[in-house]
């Protein structure tokens, strides 16, 4: 008896395993538990992929996303559609990982009680969209595809960002089965993950390029007689602009002319510029990364060169680059960098406040005063400044040749230069036709919201 | 096929009585369906306030049990029982306290004679039941005397002088007014009142868990979550007062398994409130197992008559889950019977508990270990051929505890361990998945959706939980596959708390920690070996559950003792239990332990 008694300290062994066990978890639980909790798939703060807790509303408070209980989303369908794309469907198919991000901070997550907090409810996270805007951006872009987005380039804020197509996740079409192309690329946000032959508001680019290095191109005068021929290849404009400068060509936007300007910059330091513009860059913000632009000039023959510097060629930009660009010359070369949230409370303390960052500077002070001066010029020349009224609107427009048979996507880049309202702003409608005479009406309202929105703050 | 028609007949009165329990359970559904409607119109502000509170005051009520009623188990005295003396040559008494007692040269023996005519263990001298003696030789090299005369195995009276090795030692038995005086003087387990303070804890601890599913869920659901819970209430005081009827006191243990069952029916109710009947049906059928193998066990007579056909039967259910059973994701271990989904591999971790406990003077015996390895070997090539890894894993971990226990000397340990090594490979090979799962082991963050998934969710879930659980219902754990059995640790860690599971895990340990301590004080090794393994099995399912769970070691898949949702398992887990239980000789503390004589006229 006595040998067996004595063995029994073998159990002893098994209790040291489970005990030592436990508290090595518990040593894990303490160290690793907060990383755990915000893990891609952790249940209590991801649905989908998306946002699973708590409150999303817009700039004013309106609610855009209640996921207390179960996902419920605004009241009304407009604003369910047109901001579907920032706060996401039920199914994940549409990826919203800006506002994701902050899940961790809307959790109000802490060692000792986890996720729960004491009303159950989460937290709420405030945008930097308005609903209202929202709406008005959507209503404009009348069903076609495309985006308009619209920013603070002084704080950053997106007062806007809409993305059409769209659909109400409270009563979802028949996405899988539509034949009409009504929806092919539904579940994307344009603002963010496309990419779009930019056409004539590239010669944004091209013009700063010029002025930065070449010391008297504003002295120089380009002929257009509707033609510019390279041997067999052309660059052509609808009609003959007769003689002009490069303010003027940029303010009728005259191809022939920024062909020949083209060719003053040539090859290398358009490509410089491309580079310190940052136009092809992608651009990260709360957790989301745009996709990538596009300028590629190797291999391509002096007309296929020409047109590259008039945004055709193979050119591709993003809008939120584009816009962001915008925002570098209304800014003087540098602006803020544009983001979503606002901030995060959960448990009556604030777990998130966004910060304003610095964009890099990508010209001089002197070069963006020059081209604010030249880009509001193409508005008082050009798409006539009534079209804004109260506001000081510089912009380009561009009409994106996509190929035969298709028709163009319509274009249109520019900023404010009111000190009150510092907005950059991008549109893009897909087989809109003009740029201008597509985006300017669709801009006139957009912009008119947000003039409202920021003069009722 | 005429095997299962055979096992669907038997059956069949189970069926019957179900059929026949169907209006009552309707009538319960009327009846306490009113209480969780009067709860689903409440505001959700009320239920978040009612959750608010539970989730301080269950860890609170959990951890005043755990303090009542693990702490007398491991903080009882240990007083040894004497049964009788040795009278020395010179006078000298030396106590027999146990009712197998080695005699021998070794130090390790229970009365150790340092003297080379002796041989290291000489003899077995055992006490019964009905309180007569016998000595038995153990193969020495000088034999053993009986009143001069060599004896293998010898009854013997009172007075009647043994010799070994030249050394005469006269048996003189204690009186019945000794052994009443004696077994009055013992410290007794804590008496009915202690007793019924921790029931009444308890239930207070269930019933606040009941309500917090009554003020969350669907009214349906809480009706069956509130019978579960309302049955196991019911059954713990009818065991209270039955206890009470035979004059025993001691309760701790069965409280300890009653609050471990009750977290079982929390995580069924957050995750499949329809089981939780069969849940409870399973714990009923588990405490007549209980209360049947401590009975069997009472005896020890009877015990070692029901040892053989335990072995039969453990061999048995093997066999005829391979002859019949259903494979379900890998491993053929389950038998369908009668619409029921039973898994007998977990019945034979009781029959094996019997099979490895033995008396001394059989343990002394070493045809008796072969046939106990080759037994064991027989088991792991049935689990083997079952494919089922968990299971084998437990049976190899009881097989060295056992063997351990057992075996004279390490080199027996070796063979076996070498033996059964070979057999782990084997079921290692024609095991990929097992394989798989140490291939995830500590690297479950490397493919937390598809390899890692149950795991990282359930890492996951624990941390959003906290120390105190989000409350009822409210967790998304229950939405992963096994999440009331494989990972019931971390389901209740996300509804209630990490501090509650952890008490679960506790309430195991004390188990365990009971088994070491009164294997001292133990009266035959049959229930020291007994108690030691049963705990040991349950130790070793708690640690592969749980660290498999949160990725601290390999995740096998295998149960929660008393907690995860199985019917089988619930029912082995009672049984493992009553060895525990039988091992308790305090003063009138187990039902499997007889009373004293005077004890049991009153």
Redesign the interface.
């Known amino acids: 008896?006595?040998?067996?008694?004595?063995?029994?300290?073998?159990?002893?062994l098994?209790?040291g395993?489970?005990?030592g066990?436990?508290g090595?978890?518990?040593f894990?639980?303490l160290t690793?538990?907060?990383t755990?909790?915000i893990?891609?798939?952790?249940?209590?703060?991801y649905n989908n992929g998306n946002l699973g807790c708590g409150t999303v509303v817009d700039r004013w408070g309106n609610t855009l996303l209640d996921l207390t209980e179960g996902r419920k989303y605004a009241a009304d369908a407009q604003t369910r559609k047109s901001t579907l794309h920032w706060v996401g469907d039920r199914r994940g198919s549409i990826s919203a990982g800006a506002v994701a991000k902050y899940a961790s901070a809307m959790?109000g997550?802490?060692?000792?009680?986890?996720?729960?907090n004491?009303?159950?409810l989460g937290g709420v996270e405030q945008l930097t969209l308005s609903a209202r805007v929202q709406n008005a951006a959507l209503s404009g872009m009348l069903g076609r595809k495309g985006t308009v987005a619209v920013y603070n380039y002084k704080t950053g804020e997106i007062l806007c960002a809409v993305t059409s197509p769209t659909y109400d996740p409270d009563n979802v079409p028949d996405i899988e089965g539509d034949t009409t192309g009504a929806y092919t690329g539904v579940y994307l946000n344009r603002f963010l993950q496309s990419s779009y032959p930019p056409g004539s508001i590239y010669k944004i680019v091209t013009c700063a390029a010029a002025l930065d290095c070449i010391p008297d191109i504003e002295s120089r005068t380009f002929t257009c007689n509707g033609k510019y021929a390279y041997g067999k290849e052309a660059i052509t404009c609808e009609s003959a602009h007769g003689s002009c400068d490069i303010k003027r060509a940029l303010a009728v936007s005259c191809n022939c002319a920024f062909a020949q300007i083209a060719e003053l910059v040539g090859r290398k330091n358009m490509q410089k510029y491309v580079s310190q513009f940052q136009i092809t860059e992608r651009l990260s913000f709360d957790g989301v990364t745009t996709s990538a632009g596009k300028y590629d000039i190797s291999d391509t023959g002096a007309a296929s060169f020409a047109w590259s510097c008039i945004g055709q060629h193979t050119d591709l930009v993003n809008p939120c680059r584009f816009m962001t660009f915008m925002g570098q010359i209304a800014g003087g070369g540098v602006a803020a960098e544009p983001y979503l949230v606002a901030q995060v409370q959960s448990g009556g303390e604030t777990t998130y406040r966004a910060q304003t960052s610095y964009t890099d500077r990508i010209m001089s002070e002197a070069l963006a005063n020059k081209m604010k001066n030249y880009l509001r010029n193409n508005v008082e020349v050009t798409y006539g400044s009534w079209k804004f009224p109260g506001l000081t609107v510089c912009g380009k427009s561009g009409t994106a040749e996509l190929g035969e048979n298709q028709i163009s996507n319509a274009m249109f880049a520019g900023f404010c230069t009111d000190e009150k309202y510092p907005l950059a702003f991008v549109c893009v409608v897909e087989n809109g036709g003009y740029g201008a005479a597509t985006c300017i009406p669709i801009l006139s309202t957009v912009l008119s919201e947000c003039k409202a929105v920021l003069d009722s703050e | 096929m005429t095997m299962q028609t055979l096992l669907d007949m038997l059956m069949q009165p189970f069926v019957w009585l179900g059929e026949l329990l169907a209006p009552v359970a309707q009538w319960l559904e009327t009846a306490l369906g009113g209480i969780p409607a009067s709860f689903s119109g409440m505001d959700a502000a009320y239920e978040n306030f009612y959750i608010s509170m539970v989730r301080y005051a269950c860890p609170i009520l959990a951890a005043l049990l755990l303090l009542r009623c693990a702490m007398p188990l491991l903080t009882f005295r240990r007083e040894p029982e004497i049964w009788a003396w040795l009278v020395m040559p010179g006078g000298e008494r030396v106590p027999v306290t146990h009712w197998e007692n080695v005699i021998g040269r070794s130090k390790s023996c229970d009365v150790s004679i340092a003297l080379s005519t002796v041989s290291r263990n000489h003899a077995v001298l055992t006490r019964y039941d009905d309180g007569s003696w016998t000595i038995t030789d153990a193969n020495s090299k000088d034999g053993t005397y009986v009143n001069g005369e060599r004896v293998n195995i010898c009854a013997l009276q009172d007075g009647d002088v043994i010799s070994v090795g030249g050394v005469k030692l006269k048996l003189k038995v204690i009186t019945r007014q000794q052994e009443q005086l004696q077994s009055q003087l013992r410290t007794r387990a804590s008496g009915p009142i202690a007793g019924f303070f921790n029931l009444l804890l308890l239930t207070v601890f269930q019933v606040l868990t009941m309500m917090g599913f009554a003020v969350h869920d669907a009214v349906e659901n809480s009706v069956m979550v509130l019978e579960g819970f309302g049955g196991i209430i019911l059954a713990q005081w009818l065991l209270y007062v039955f206890y009470l009827v035979i004059h025993r006191s001691s309760f701790e243990m069965e409280t300890l398994a009653f609050f471990l069952c009750s977290l079982g029916m929390a995580a069924i109710a957050t995750v499949a409130p329809k089981e939780s009947l069969k849940q409870l049906i399973a714990m009923l059928v588990g405490v007549f197992v209980y209360l049947l193998v401590g009975w069997s066990l009472r005896n020890l007579e009877r015990a070692k008559r029901v040892r053989y056909l335990a072995v039969a039967a453990g061999l048995g259910f093997l066999l005829l889950t391979l002859a019949i059973g259903t494979e379900y994701y890998g491993a053929k271990n389950w038998i369908i019977v009668g619409g029921m989904s039973l898994q007998p591999s977990e019945l034979s971790k009781v029959c094996f508990v019997f099979a490895g406990a033995s008396t001394m003077d059989r343990i002394m015996n070493k045809r008796n270990l072969i046939a106990f390895i080759v037994y064991s070997v027989l088991i792991c090539g049935c689990l083997a051929i079952m494919n089922d890894f968990g299971t084998a894993l437990i049976f190899f971990c009881s097989f060295l505890i056992i063997a351990y226990l057992r075996s004279g000397s390490m080199g027996t340990v070796a063979l076996a361990i070498t033996a059964l090594g070979i057999a782990g490979i084997l079921a290692l090979r024609v095991a990929p998945h097992a394989l798989n799962r140490f291939a995830t082991w500590r690297h479950v963050w490397d493919d937390p959706f598809n390899k890692g998934y149950q795991q990282a969710q359930a890492l996951m879930c624990i941390a959003s939980g906290g120390l105190f659980g989000v409350g009822p219902g409210k967790g998304w754990l229950r939405k992963v596959f096994a999440a009331d059995s494989d990972i019931v640790f971390a389901t209740i860690s996300e509804e209630w708390g990490l501090l509650l599971a952890m008490m679960a895990v506790l309430c195991l340990c004390a188990f365990g920690f009971f088994a070491i301590r009164t294997a001292r004080v133990a009266r035959s090794s049959f229930y020291s070996i007994g108690a030691c393994t049963a705990a040991g099995v349950l130790l070793i399912q708690t640690i592969l559950n749980v660290l498999g769970t949160v990725d601290i070691l390999p995740f096998t898949g295998v149960t929660l003792p008393f907690v995860s949702n199985g019917g089988t398992s619930m029912v082995a887990s009672w049984g493992l239990l009553a060895f525990v239980k039988a091992a308790d000789t305090r003063q009138n503390a187990s039902f499997a332990v007889k009373l004293s004589r005077k004890v049991r006229q009153k």
């Open positions: 008896m006595n040998r067996v008694t004595k063995r029994t300290w073998l159990m002893g098994f209790l395993i489970l005990l066990g436990c090595l978890f518990f894990e639980y690793k538990g907060p755990w909790v893990s891609p798939g952790s249940p209590h703060v959790a997550y802490d060692l000792v009680n986890g996720v729960y004491s009303n159950g």
